[in-house]
């Protein structure tokens, strides 16, 4: 695009990474507005409000939506676009994680953050989509169930006080309660059953839970996501292992299994609530249908 934004929006979440991307927009707002004079911000107040946002973005013809805050601001606002809409979008990451700008190669460093969009190209990307039976939701970067879900939801919780090390020390309490169990996974009309299965992934992007490379070889153009399923996830796994998700090197373990498709729908065989999370949003409980959409979110990268 080179830079040249006709009517440009930027959605603001100022509370992401305990208030930093507040800061952050201080920081590079001059900047931006001497780029693009007719730049419209806007600035979330409550839960889902990117959404709302997007949408109303969407509907003034924005020509571009830039996100500045965290992977869940992300993904509330490509859960406006979809996979229908053209409107390119730009990632600003200032979250706690920022796993979706990692798997996308995007810099974090705010001072580059302009420089990299008036140097960016569209590239066209595939999208997620999980459906449960209380949610439909799009995600970007990666759905998972089981202890990741939990983790998310109590990273949620206290989401104020977050740092760069909630998503690990979250983890370590969660290993303590979290109970495996079996899942049935028809995956492109091959079923397999994993016995006692303590995280599931289907990884669009490499990256999640602040920076572990749970998907070192996945890919966000091959029109496939990456399956990952680490059975029996408990501390001694934890405390041997768990410096190798942070480098990818855990798909040799005995316990992890990988798969690769297009469409897999999933149960829990157990009455106990199995929890679904895409890019760290809560989307429901199992059973559940998570599929790749090929190529359909333009992106500047």
Request: neutral net charge; contains cysteine.
């Given at each position: 695009?080179?830079g040249?934004?006709?009517n440009?929006?930027?959605?603001v979440n100022?509370?992401?990474?305990?208030?930093?991307?507040k800061?952050?927009?201080?920081?590079?707002l001059p900047?931006?507005?001497a780029?693009?004079?007719s730049?419209?911000v806007?600035?979330?107040?409550?839960?889902?409000?990117a959404?709302?946002l997007?949408l109303?973005a969407?509907a003034?013809?924005a020509t571009v939506i830039?996100?500045l805050?965290g992977?869940?601001t992300l993904?509330?606002?490509?859960n406006?676009?979809?996979?229908?809409?053209q409107?390119p979008?730009?990632?600003?990451p200032?979250?706690?994680g920022?796993?979706?700008?990692?798997?996308?190669?995007?810099?974090?460093?705010?001072k580059?953050l302009?420089r990299?969009?008036?140097?960016?190209r569209?590239?066209m990307?595939?999208l997620?989509?999980?459906?449960?039976?209380?949610h439909?939701?799009?995600f970007?970067?990666?759905?998972?169930?089981g202890?990741?879900?939990?983790?998310?939801?109590?990273?949620r919780?206290r989401?104020s006080?977050?740092?760069?090390?909630?998503?690990y020390f979250e983890?370590?309490k969660?290993?303590f309660?979290f109970?495996?169990?079996?899942?049935?996974?028809?995956?492109?009309?091959k079923?397999?059953?994993?016995p006692?299965?303590?995280?599931?992934?289907f990884?669009n992007?490499?990256?999640f839970g602040g920076?572990?490379?749970?998907?070192p070889?996945?890919?966000?153009?091959?029109?496939?996501?990456?399956e990952i399923?680490v059975?029996?996830?408990g501390?001694g796994?934890f405390?041997?292992h768990?410096?190798?998700?942070?480098?990818g090197l855990h798909?040799?373990?005995?316990q992890?299994y990988?798969?690769r498709?297009?469409?897999a729908?999933?149960d829990?065989i157990?009455k106990?609530?199995?929890?679904?999370?895409?890019d760290?949003?809560?989307?429901g409980t199992?059973?559940?249908r998570?599929?790749?959409l090929?190529?359909?979110?333009p992106v500047?990268?």
């Amino acid at each position: 695009m080179n830079g040249t934004f006709g009517n440009p929006y930027l959605i603001v979440n100022p509370q992401s990474n305990r208030g930093l991307a507040k800061a952050s927009l201080d920081l590079i707002l001059p900047e931006m507005l001497a780029t693009w004079p007719s730049l419209k911000v806007l600035e979330t107040d409550r839960g889902g409000h990117a959404t709302d946002l997007a949408l109303l973005a969407i509907a003034e013809n924005a020509t571009v939506i830039l996100v500045l805050g965290g992977d869940g601001t992300l993904n509330e606002v490509v859960n406006a676009m979809g996979d229908q809409c053209q409107i390119p979008l730009g990632v600003l990451p200032c979250g706690s994680g920022n796993d979706t700008a990692k798997s996308l190669g995007i810099p974090s460093e705010t001072k580059n953050l302009v420089r990299h969009l008036l140097n960016a190209r569209v590239k066209m990307i595939d999208l997620g989509l999980v459906t449960s039976k209380t949610h439909t939701r799009y995600f970007l970067n990666v759905a998972s169930c089981g202890i990741s879900a939990v983790i998310a939801q109590n990273v949620r919780a206290r989401e104020s006080n977050l740092s760069g090390w909630a998503y690990y020390f979250e983890t370590f309490k969660a290993i303590f309660s979290f109970k495996p169990k079996q899942l049935s996974v028809d995956i492109d009309g091959k079923n397999i059953r994993h016995p006692r299965c303590s995280l599931l992934a289907f990884a669009n992007g490499r990256y999640f839970g602040g920076g572990m490379q749970i998907a070192p070889g996945a890919s966000l153009d091959d029109g496939r996501f990456d399956e990952i399923a680490v059975s029996n996830m408990g501390l001694g796994f934890f405390l041997r292992h768990g410096a190798k998700v942070y480098r990818g090197l855990h798909l040799e373990l005995p316990q992890v299994y990988k798969m690769r498709g297009r469409v897999a729908k999933v149960d829990c065989i157990s009455k106990e609530p199995f929890y679904i999370e895409t890019d760290g949003e809560d989307a429901g409980t199992l059973p559940a249908r998570f599929e790749i959409l090929p190529r359909c979110l333009p992106v500047l990268v």
